[in-house]
């Protein structure tokens, strides 16, 4: 229950990486994009620190969201995406300064 005395449901979903070695791009490509339209909050897990490779995997996230689209003549599609984007929390695991 909610602050606000509403009911609401929780629901978590975990895919597989995006670079997964067995399979296709086009594969990852789907459960991605599956995953983030079905998303409220879009978590980024990485382990370690902030290098080049990570903003390259970043990099290919903001690629893959270019796949999502959405209906055609529902008013302006940049703004009607808004709405089905989730929020964006990049995890960082076993990272110590």
């Given amino acids: ?13 975990d895919t597989e990486g995006i ?3 067995d399979q296709t ?11 983030v ?9 990485h382990m370690g620190g902030i290098d080049e ?8 996230v903001t690629e893959m969201t270019k796949h999502i689209r959405v209906k055609a003549g529902q008013g302006d599609a940049e703004s009607s995406l ?4 989730p929020s964006f ?6 990272f110590y300064l």
């Avoid at 791009?25 to 995953?35: E, V």
């Avoid at 490779?53 to 290919?60: F, T, V």
């Fill in 89 to 94: 929390l990049w995890l960082l695991r076993d």
């Fill in 25 to 35: 791009a086009q594969y990852s490509t789907q459960i991605f994009s599956l995953a």
């Fill in 53 to 60: 490779s990570a903003l390259d995997r970043l990099s290919l």
């Fill in 19 to 21: 670079d997964a070695y």
């Fill in 82 to 85: 808004g709405e089905f984007t």
């Fill in 1 to 13: 229950t909610a602050s606000d005395g509403s009911e609401s449901h929780l629901v978590l979903l």
């Fill in 37 to 45: 339209l079905l998303s409220c909050l879009f978590v980024y897990n």
